[in-house]
């Protein structure tokens, strides 16, 4: 990517490095078999034509700039490509969100490529907002996980927030997080607590209960953000009650969440949900790309 874009890129907190890397790869799977013969065979090599990137459904946009990188990457002249909207823009079906001109041969190599990134990035990004939009009016937010497709963790992550969501932790050196397998191998929550204190003191610590007996337990052990997993709502109610006797805790809930029961989960006072399905079961947002 040119110096302008790889800005860009490194500005909205995605590595451009990664982002390179990407797009290499998806072209890869493309052009592996040989070049794009349809093209051409079809297309004069002089042939000029305009295009636009258009929605096909209502959302929320994301991954124009990755769309740019692809272009770049098959030569298309990024001087013909002019970005009608930005990453993180509400879009209306039949909006145009980038118009191009410019050579027609690398514009329809790069075509399915930055579709992919596009419907998929706002998917995700539209997904995020529906769980931004229904926890409005509370203090309550929606985090993703590391249920991400394997490639597209920083992307995918960009795009929760481009919905409004929120963060968790990029993979699993930036933050601990004890599980039920930490749990059962360090021989409970206490002992596993203390061992990462004691091999990385400064590290963020989160641990995950099933139980209100583990919830005590994570309370007493001192810390400072607690995951209550596939509770309902009395339990999860009962453990934010017990983990508010220590105001500085925060409190985040998973398991079978969903947009319609986010609002009743909110209200037990949790600060966040934590919600795999922004990225490991999203639907799409469509868009194409027509031809002037």
Request: net charge negative; hydrophobic share 45%.
């Amino acid at each position: 990517m040119n110096r302008q874009l790889r800005d860009e890129v490194a500005s909205s907190g995605v590595d451009a490095e990664d982002v390179e890397r990407v797009i290499a790869t998806a072209l890869d799977e493309d052009l592996r078999y040989g070049p794009d013969v349809t093209t051409e065979a079809t297309i004069d090599v002089d042939q000029w034509s305009e295009a636009k990137i258009v929605a096909r459904q209502p959302g929320v946009v994301c991954g124009l700039n990755v769309a740019l990188g692809v272009l770049e990457e098959t030569s298309f002249p990024l001087s013909g490509a002019t970005l009608m909207r930005r990453d993180g823009d509400a879009v209306a079906a039949g909006q145009e969100v980038l118009s191009l001109s410019g050579p027609l041969r690398p514009l329809l190599l790069a075509e399915r490529t930055m579709l992919n990134f596009v419907t998929h990035l706002s998917g995700v990004a539209t997904a995020a907002n529906a769980w931004v939009r229904a926890l409005e009016g509370t203090h309550c937010e929606v985090r993703d996980t590391r249920k991400t497709t394997p490639g597209l963790r920083q992307l995918e992550k960009y795009a929760v927030r481009c919905g409004g969501g929120v963060n968790h932790r990029l993979g699993v050196g930036d933050a601990a997080l004890v599980k039920d397998n930490h749990i059962g191998a360090a021989g409970g929550i206490t002992k596993a607590v203390a061992a990462i204190r004691l091999a990385h003191p400064d590290i963020g610590l989160e641990v995950e209960c099933d139980t209100l007996e583990q919830v005590r337990e994570a309370v007493s052990a001192g810390c400072r953000m607690i995951l209550l997993d596939n509770m309902d709502l009395e339990t999860i109610t009962a453990a934010v009650a017990i983990i508010r006797t220590t105001p500085s805790i925060r409190v985040e809930a998973s398991g079978s969440m969903t947009v319609e029961r986010a609002r009743l989960v909110a209200g037990t006072g949790v600060d966040y949900i934590a919600v795999g399905s922004l990225t490991h079961s999203v639907m799409s947002l469509d868009f194409g790309l027509d031809i002037v």
